[in-house]
């Protein structure tokens, strides 16, 4: 599956799921702040251990 920019995304860290936001572009937000990762020429670069993943919304919840 091919991850939309405003589809929902998680911050994973060694396997667990942190925080999930309704974008990619929150998500990486965060993670910059919390120092879960860097801006590297332009591109998110996670932290080891840390993934941005784009996850299923919630039922109930997906844009009309």
């Not at 990486?28 to 702040?33: N, W």
């Not at 801006?39 to 844009?63: H, K, N, Q, R, W």
């Amino acid at each position: 599956m091919m991850a939309l920019p405003d589809m929902p995304h998680a911050i994973f860290i060694h396997g667990e799921r942190v925080r999930t936001f309704d974008t990619r572009e929150e998500c990486v937000a965060v993670a910059l702040k919390q120092c879960w990762g860097r801006l590297f020429d332009g591109a998110f670069v996670p932290s080891p251990g840390t993934e941005i993943v784009p996850v299923e919304p919630t039922p109930g919840t997906a844009p009309k």
